[in-house]
C-alpha cells in the first residue's frame, strides 16, 4: 500500500533525522552485526559527529569525503557532515589510489573518513605518493592504523562543542544548499561532479518510495553500496523518511544473507537483477525461511521477464519494481507501479515520477509522437544544480530550456510506460555499476604495449554486461589477453576490467577517423572475433 506524502517532511537531511527520533524513537533503525541502534541512538551519534566537524573547521560548503563499505558509521558520518552544511562526496570503494585521489583533489575534500581491511584494501596506503593538497585528514570509522585518528577519537574531539552550536549550524541549513556531490563519467571519460540539494534527496525518495510502498514495519537488506545513490538515496535515507529498520550489506554473499533474511525477517530488497539472480539459483534456498520478503526494486539493467515472475512465484515477493534513474537527476526518473503485471515490470521502466517530466525528443529537440524513439530528456525539481566548477559540461547536459540530455534512447507504450530502447553513449552497466568506455580506454592505453584502445559492453547472463577491450598493440608487443586483465585488475576497479580482449590490427572507423562501436557490437553479436 502507497504512503502519501507526509505534508510536514522536512527538507533537509539533518531535520529528517531528528524527526525520526521524535516520531520512531527507540524503534530499531539500524543492524549492523552485533550493533543494534535505534533512532534516538543514531540522533545522538548524529549530533556528535557534526560536533566534531565543527570542532576539526569545516564550514558550511566544504567538501568531506566518505570511502568505506556498508557500515553504520558510515551512515553517521553522512549525517553529521550534512548536519553542519558540508556536502558528501562519496568514493567508491573499488577505486584505486589514483582514482580515490582524483575525486579527492577535484572536489577539494578536506577530510577523508574510510577504513582499512576491507576485502584487502589500504585506502590510506592507496593515497601515499598521491597529489591530494586541500586534504588536511584522514579519520578511520572503522579499524587502527599508526598515525591516523580513530572513530571514537573523533567523535570525542567534538565533545566540548556546546549543543547551541551545533543547533545553529543545523537550523541554517537550507533545502536548496547542496547536500552531496556524485562523481559520473561522461564520454569524456572524465569524471563530473553532480550537485544535488537537500530538498532534491528529501523529497524525491518521500515521492519514490511512497509509490512502491516503503513502510514503518519494514526491514531493508541494503545490498547496493552506500556510495551509490540505490544504497544512499533509495538505502538509507528512504528508511530515514519512513522509519524502516536498515540491515546493511558489507559484500554480497548469498550463503551469509539467506540466513541474515531469516534472521531479521528482511522485508525490502533494492538491488540489480544479478542480486536475484543469485539468490534463486542458490543451491540451499529453500531451507531457508524468505516468506518475510514482500518488496523487490531493481533496475540498472534489462530485467527478463522469467526473472521478474521467479521472484514473484519462488522468492515470495509481493511486490516488483522496476526504475530508472540517472545520478544527474538525483538518480530517479521513473519507476513501474505495484500493480503492473510481470511483462509490464520487466519490459519498461514505468512512469515519470510527480514533478518530474520526461520526454522523448529528435536531434531538434522537439518531442516525438507516442510511440516514436527518441532522447530521453528530463526537466522538473530534481534535476541537478550543475555539474561542480564545470560549467560547459553543464551546458552541454542541460539546455536552455532546462531539460537534462541523458544520451538514452526510449519511446512511450500505447499506455505511457516509458521504454529504454537503446542508448546514445556507449555507457554499459555491470551488475548496477555503470561503466564508461572512453576512461576504461584512458587507463588502458597506460599499459605498456598497448597502441589504442576501444571498449564496448557485451551480454552476460549473470552480470547483464561485462567489458570487452579490443586493443591494438603496439610493435613488438606479444602481450595477451591474460596480461591485460592482470594489469586492469592492479590499475583499475574491479567492475572496470574487461573481461575479454581480443587484439585487432585496425578499427572499423567513421570519415573523421571515430571508431565506429556500433560495428565493434554487430561483430560481437554475429560471433565474428
Known amino acids: 500500500m502507497s504512503n502519501p506524502p507526509a505534508t510536514d517532511m522536512p527538507r533537509t537531511l539533518p531535520r529528517l533525522v531528528e524527526r525520526a527520533a521524535k516520531v520512531f524513537g527507540t524503534k530499531e533503525a539500524v543492524t549492523d552485526g552485533q550493533t543494534r541502534l535505534n533512532w534516538v541512538q543514531i540522533e545522538a551519534l548524529r549530533r556528535r559527529a557534526g560536533k566534531a566537524l565543527i570542532k576539526a573547521g569545516i564550514k558550511p560548503g566544504d567538501r568531506v569525503a566518505v570511502q568505506a563499505p556498508n557500515i553504520h558509521e558510515y551512515i ?3 549525517m553529521g557532515l550534512q548536519s553542519i552544511g558540508a556536502i558528501f562526496v562519496p568514493l567508491n570503494t573499488r577505486f584505486k589510489g589514483v582514482e580515490s585521489a582524483d575525486i579527492l583533489r577535484r572536489s577539494n575534500a578536506r577530510i577523508l573518513f574510510t577504513i582499512v581491511g576491507f576485502l584487502g584494501a589500504d585506502y590510506p596506503a592507496m593515497l601515499k605518493g598521491e597529489s ?3 586534504l588536511e585528514r584522514i579519520v578511520l570509522i572503522r579499524g587502527e592504523s599508526p598515525g591516523l ?13 556546546s549543543d547551541a552550536e551545533f543547533d545553529a549550524r543545523a537550523a541554517a541549513v537550507q533545502p536548496g544548499d ?8 561522461g564520454t569524456t571519460g572524465k569524471p563530473k561532479g553532480a550537485l544535488l540539494t537537500h530538498q532534491q534527496n528529501s523529497q524525491g525518495y518521500e515521492s519514490f518510495s511512497s509509490i512502491y510502498g516503503l513502510s514503518r514495519e519494514d526491514v531493508m537488506l541494503v545490498v ?3 556510495f551509490h545513490s540505490f544504497g544512499y538515496k533509495a538505502g538509507w535515507v528512504a528508511c530515514t523518511i519512513f522509519g524502516a529498520r536498515i540491515v546493511p550489506v558489507i559484500t554480497f554473499d548469498v550463503d551469509e544473507v539467506l540466513p541474515l533474511i531469516e534472521r531479521e525477517r528482511v522485508s525490502v530488497i533494492p538491488g540489480p537483477p544479478t542480486v536475484f539472480h543469485s539468490i534463486l539459483a542458490h543451491p540451499r534456498r529453500k531451507e531457508f525461511d524468505l516468506s518475510c520478503l514482500r518488496l523487490a526494486m531493481t533496475g540498472a539493467a ?4 522469467e526473472l521478474v515472475r521467479r521472484m514473484y512465484s519462488e522468492l515470495g515477493f509481493k511486490v516488483v519494481t522496476l526504475a530508472y534513474g540517472l545520478t544527474e537527476n538525483t538518480a530517479i526518473v521513473s519507476l513501474t507501479r505495484p500493480t503492473d503485471d510481470v511483462v509490464k515490470t520487466a519490459t519498461t521502466v514505468g512512469k515519470p515520477l510527480p514533478g518530474t517530466k520526461v520526454e522523448c525528443v529528435d536531434p531538434e529537440g522537439n518531442p516525438v509522437p507516442q510511440g516514436k524513439e527518441g532522447e530521453i530528456v528530463i526537466s522538473g525539481y530534481l534535476v541537478m ?10 551546458a552541454a547536459a542541460i539546455d536552455k530550456q532546462g531539460r537534462l540530455h541523458t544520451g538514452d534512447v526510449g519511446r512511450y507504450d500505447e499506455d505511457g510506460y516509458l521504454c529504454i530502447t537503446d542508448r546514445l553513449k556507449d555507457m554499459y552497466i555491470v551488475g548496477g555499476f555503470n561503466c564508461y568506455p572512453a576512461e576504461i580506454e584512458n587507463i588502458l592505453t597506460q599499459m605498456p604495449g598497448v597502441a589504442q584502445a576501444a571498449v564496448i559492453g557485451i551480454e552476460d547472463e549473470r552480470m547483464g554486461e561485462v567489458g570487452k577491450a579490443f ?4 610493435a613488438g608487443s606479444n602481450i595477451s589477453e591474460q596480461d591485460v586483465i592482470d594489469w586492469s585488475r592492479e590499475h583499475m576497479a574491479n567492475f572496470k576490467v574487461p573481461r575479454k580482449v581480443e587484439f585487432v590490427e585496425a578499427y572499423p572507423l567513421n570519415a573523421t577517423g571515430k571508431v565506429l562501436k556500433s560495428e565493434l557490437r554487430a561483430r560481437e553479436k554475429a560471433g565474428i572475433g
Open 302 to 305: 534489462t530485467v527478463p521477464v
Open 224 to 226: 547496493p553500496p552506500f
Open 471 to 474: 586493443i591494438i598493440r603496439k
Open 178 to 185: 547542496v547536500a552531496d556531490l556524485m562523481f559520473t563519467s
Open 149 to 161: 585518528t580513530s572513530w571514537e577519537a573523533f567523535l570525542a574531539e567534538g565533545d566540548s562543542v
Open 385 to 394: 544544480k550543475g555539474y561542480f566548477n564545470d560549467p560547459e559540461a553543464t
Open 132 to 134: 591530494v593538497p586541500e
Open 76 to 78: 553517521i558520518a553522512t
